[in-house]
C-alpha cells in the first residue's frame, strides 16, 4: 500500500509543480509517479501469486518433514538434508512474515495466511 501512495504522491507533486509553477521538470516528476504507481498495481497480483505457491510448497514441506520424523528407517544423512530443508523453509517464512507485516508492501502479501503459518521445529 505504501508504495502505491509513495506513487501517487510524487504524481501528485509533479502535476502540482508543473501546472502551478511552471516548472521544467515537474511533467517528468508526475510521470515518475505515475510508472511507479502502475509498476506497483501490475506487481500486487504478482508478488501475491508467488507467495501463495511458495506456501503450499511450505505446507507440502513440512507435512514431508513430519512423516519422515516418523519414519524410524530414516538414515542421519537423510535427516541432515531434512534439517537444512528446515533451516530454509524458516528462513523463508520469517522473511515473507516481515514483509507482510511492513507497510511500504503489505498489499503484496497474503497477510492472514502467512501468518497463521508456524516455523518447522
Not at 510524487?10 to 515518475?32: M, R, T
Not at 530454509?88 to 517464512?93: R, V
Request: charged fraction near 20%.
Amino acid at each position: 500500500m505504501g508504495l502505491i501512495l509513495i506513487g501517487v504522491f510524487i504524481a501528485v507533486i509533479g502535476g502540482i509543480l508543473y501546472s502551478a509553477f511552471d516548472i521544467e521538470g515537474g511533467e517528468f516528476i508526475s510521470w515518475v509517479g505515475i510508472a511507479i504507481f502502475g509498476i506497483m498495481v501490475i506487481a500486487i497480483p504478482i508478488t501475491r501469486f508467488s507467495c501463495i505457491s511458495e506456501i503450499v510448497k511450505f505446507e507440502s514441506v513440512q507435512t514431508s518433514i513430519l512423516e519422515a520424523r516418523q519414519n524410524d528407517n530414516i538414515s542421519e544423512f537423510e535427516l541432515a538434508a531434512l534439517q537444512q530443508k528446515v533451516i530454509e523453509k524458516n528462513e523463508w517464512l520469517a522473511e515473507q512474515q516481515f514483509w507482510a507485516n511492513h507497510w511500504l508492501c503489505d498489499l503484496h502479501y497474503p497477510t492472514k495466511r502467512l501468518n497463521r503459518l508456524v516455523s518447522i521445529r
